[in-house]
C-alpha cells in the first residue's frame, strides 16, 4: 500500500515524495512510486481501463511518461506472463490514486514492487484529468518525473533538464529496443485462462519479423496461426533476411520518430518489396512502410492511445473499436497513386491503414494484437496468412 503524503505541523501543508514538471515550469506534486530518482520524456496520456501491465511493457512507450487517465491503476497487481517485452523501456508513469493491495488469482507482485525492480519513476495523487486536458490543448510536453522519499527536489534543475531534452521527433528509438541478436520465436501461443501459454507444435509457414520493438503478443499470434517465427534486427539487411527463405515479413511496431528509423530501413523494406513477398506492418512497421513507398509522416499533436479508438475499415464499411499507441501519422495529402487507403480514423480521420494495389503487401496504424484491447482487428492476421497462401500457391503453378 502506497502511503499517503505525511502532514506537518502546519494544518495546510504536507511532504510531496514525487513531482512532474513540464517544459512550461508547471509543477504537478504527489507521492512517489516506484524507483527513487528521476526521468524525462515526452508526457502522453493512455485512455485504455485495463492491461497497464502490458502497455508499461510495451517498447513502444520509449522516451514516454505515461498519464494514466483511469482513476485506479494496480488493483490486480503484476504477474510474470502479461509482459511484452524482457525489459521495459517506459520512462515514467503517472496515477490518479494510490495504488491498493491487489486482488486477483494471477498477482505476483504489487505494482509499486515491480516498479521498483524494474527502474520506473512513477507519481500518484495528480488530478490526471487536468493533465490529460492541458495536453490535449497543448500536445503532448517534455516533462521530468521525479520521486524522492525526503521530498526535497531542486525543480530549476528539473526543469533545465525537461527544456533540454531533445524529444521525440528526429528520435530514432527503434535501433534501442530492437534484439541484439536475431533468434526464434518459443512459438507459444496467446493465453487462455485455466490453460496459460500453450506451445504451438505446427509450422506451416515461416515469417520473418523486423523488430523495431516487437510485442510478444504479436508474436503469439503469428504461433495461433501456426508460424514459425524469425526474430530479427531493425537493421538486418533484405539479403539476410531473404537467406532465411521467409514465406512472409512482418514489420513491427515501435518507438520514436518513423522518419529517423526509415534512414536505414527504408532501403530494407523497399528492396523486400521487389521480391513480392507478402508484407504486413502495424504501427511504427506502417509508417516506415508509407515512407518506403514514397509517402511521408509528420508527428502528432496528441498522438492515439488507449484501447478505445473506433477506425473504419473502408473496404468492408465496417467500424472497428482498436487499441492504438503512437504519436506520428502518415501524411494525407500527395499520397503515392499505388497506395489504397483501407482504414481511417473516426476521431480525427486520420490514415489508420494502407496496401499496395498491384502487391500483397498491406499495414495498420492500430495494434491488431489486442494486448491489451479489442479484438475487434485480429482478423488481419489471417488476411496476412491469406496473402502467404496465396503466394505459396502462385509459386507452386
Known sequence: MIKKPKKTNSKNSQIYTGVLVLENKKVFKGIGIGYQGSATGEVCFNTSLTGYQEIISDPSYAGQII??????????????????????????????????????????LH????????????????????????????????????????????????????IK????????????????????????KTW??????????????????????????????????????????????????LALKPSGIFLSNGPGD?????????????DLIKKNLPIFGICLGHQILAL??????????????GANHPVKNLIHDKVEITSQNHGFEVIK??????????????????????????KPVFSVQYHPESNPGPQDSVYLFQ??????KKNVKKKRS
Do not use: Q
Open 67 to 108: 498519464n494514466f487517465t483511469f482513476p485506479h491503476v494496480g488493483n490486480v497487481g503484476t504477474n510474470k506472463e502479461d509482459l511484452e517485452s524482457d525489459k521495459i523501456w517506459t520512462k515514467g508513469v503517472v496515477f490518479n490514486s494510490e495504488i491498493t493491495s491487489p486482488s486477483n488469482y494471477r498477482s505476483f
Open 111 to 162: 505494482l509499486d514492487a515491480w516498479l521498483k525492480k524494474n527502474k520506473i519513476v512513477g507519481i500518484t495523487g495528480l488530478d490526471t484529468r487536468s493533465l490529460t486536458n492541458f495536453i490535449r490543448d497543448k500536445g503532448a510536453p517534455k516533462g521530468t518525473v521525479a520521486y524522492s522519499k525526503a521530498g526535497k527536489f531542486n525543480i530549476s534543475k528539473l526543469t533545465n533538464s525537461t
Open 165 to 188: 531534452w531533445h524529444g521525440l521527433k528526429n528520435l530514432d528509438l527503434a535501433e534501442k529496443v530492437t534484439t541484439l541478436k536475431n533468434y526464434v520465436w518459443k512459438g507459444f
Open 192 to 241: 487462455k485462462k485455466e490453460i496459460g501459454y500453450k506451445k504451438n507444435n505446427k509450422n506451416l509457414f515461416h515469417v520473418v519479423a523486423i523488430d523495431y520493438g516487437i510485442k510478444k503478443n504479436i508474436l503469439r499470434y503469428f504461433s495461433n496461426l501456426n508460424c514459425r517465427v524469425t526474430v530479427v534486427s531493425c537493421k538486418t539487411s533484405a539479403e539476410k533476411i
Open 258 to 270: 518513423p522518419a529517423a528509423t526509415g534512414k536505414y530501413a527504408i532501403k530494407i523494406i523497399k
Open 292 to 305: 518506403a513507398l514514397g509517402a511521408k509522416t509528420k508527428k502528432m499533436k496528441l498522438g492515439h492511445r
Open 333 to 358: 495529402e500527395n499520397l503515392p497513386r499505388n497506395i489504397e487507403v483501407t482504414h481511417k480514423s473516426l476521431f480525427d480521420n486520420s490514415i489508420e491503414g494502407i496496401k499496395l494495389k498491384n
Open 383 to 388: 488476411e496476412f496468412i491469406n496473402n502467404i
